[in-house]
C-alpha cells in the first residue's frame, strides 16, 4: 500500500491561486483544480490503465469521492509538488 502524503488544500477562490497556476480551462478561462482520470490520461497520451495504476500506487495524487467513490486527478497538487520540486533544485544549483 502506498503511503500517505501531506495534505494539499485547495484553495476555495480563484483569487486564491498563485499567479503561475498553469491550469485552465480553454472554454470558460477558469482556473480547473481537478480532472477525470480519463481526461488526465488523454492529455498526457498515455493509457487509462496506466494512470490507474499510477493513482493506485499513490504515484498521481487524486482526489476521490468515498470510500469506493469517483476520482479525479488532483492537479493542484501537481502544480506544487513542481513548484517545490523546482525550488529545491534552483537552491542545489546555487549553493554549489
Request: charged share 25%; no cysteine; net charge positive.
Amino acid at each position: 500500500m502506498a503511503s500517505k502524503s501531506k495534505r494539499i488544500l485547495i484553495p476555495n477562490d480563484v483569487s486564491q491561486l498563485p499567479t503561475d497556476y498553469p491550469f485552465f480551462s480553454r472554454e470558460t478561462g477558469k482556473a480547473i483544480v481537478s480532472e477525470s482520470l480519463v481526461e488526465y490520461a488523454a492529455r498526457q497520451g498515455v493509457a487509462i490503465n496506466t494512470i490507474r495504476k499510477r493513482a493506485d500506487r499513490g504515484q498521481l495524487p487524486v482526489l476521490q469521492d468515498g470510500k469506493r467513490g469517483h476520482r479525479s486527478v488532483n492537479l493542484y497538487a501537481l502544480y506544487m509538488q513542481a513548484r517545490y520540486q523546482a525550488e529545491r533544485f534552483v537552491t542545489m544549483t546555487v549553493a554549489r
